[in-house]
């Protein structure tokens, strides 16, 4: 059984530059969602897609921040011109919508470093 | 908006005692589900536990239980004969009727051998 797993695990850029974060979920989960995690606090909610449709993005941080699941399967997540606040852990979790549980299972997290 | 609050930041247990983490949530919503997740050190989120709201009985899976109190708002954990591998960071959290997770700022968890 193959669970979340997200590329790269660990990522250090430099202020303004652009970074993108792969998130694979597992198989024939038709949800996916995205987190940040900053240290000592519990994950903060992003976005998420159902299938390829992004259902929920008012939680985005701001503009620079987007995500795409293009053909309902992996997603991506990408940062513009990073700011040394997006230092954080981000965090990608998948479910399958059949009946009212929905739970979410999590992927190991991208920890970014902007300097 | 929901809230949900973990007043424990830091909870230490000795090991095959028992152990219960607190969690309170602020809602308006009538049907809702709660969980707990477990995050080892540099590991990742586990799902430990779920609760239906509109369930009356305690969500329970083997050393875990959860004691919830709807009205109260209340959603403890207790973790009966504590292992040395249930040192974590437990993070309580609430699924909104939008499907996004409200997570705690989370309870870290020692278990002494």
């Known amino acids: 059984d193959t669970g979340v797993s997200q590329n790269p695990r660990h990522k250090i850029t430099k202020r303004g530059q652009n970074v993108t974060f792969r998130c694979d979920p597992i198989s024939e989960h038709n949800r996916l969602y995205w987190y940040r995690q900053t240290l000592g606090q519990g994950p903060e909610f992003l976005t998420y897609?159902?299938?390829?449709?992004?259902?929920?993005k008012s939680r985005l941080l701001s503009d620079r921040f987007s995500a795409e699941r293009p053909k309902g399967s992996f997603s991506t997540l990408e940062i513009q011109r990073t700011e040394q606040g997006d230092s954080a852990m981000y965090l990608c979790a998948s479910s399958l919508l059949a009946g009212p549980t929905d739970t979410q299972y999590f992927g190991p997290g991208t920890r970014l470093t902007v300097l | 908006a929901q809230t949900v609050t973990q007043s424990q930041p830091e909870m230490s247990v000795q090991e095959a005692e028992t152990v219960t983490l607190s969690c309170t949530y602020d809602t308006s919503e009538s049907d809702y589900y709660l969980f707990w997740y477990k995050q080892p050190p540099s590991r990742q989120m586990i799902l430990v536990i779920r609760q239906e709201a509109y369930k009356q009985q305690n969500a329970t899976e083997n050393r875990f239980s959860v004691n919830f109190q709807k009205a109260a708002k209340s959603f403890s954990l207790k973790i009966s004969d504590s292992q040395l591998g249930d040192a974590a960071m437990y993070f309580c959290a609430y699924r909104t009727r939008l499907n996004d997770m409200r997570f705690g700022a989370g309870t870290r968890l020692t278990v002494k051998p």
């Open positions: 897609f159902q299938n390829e449709a992004q259902l929920e």
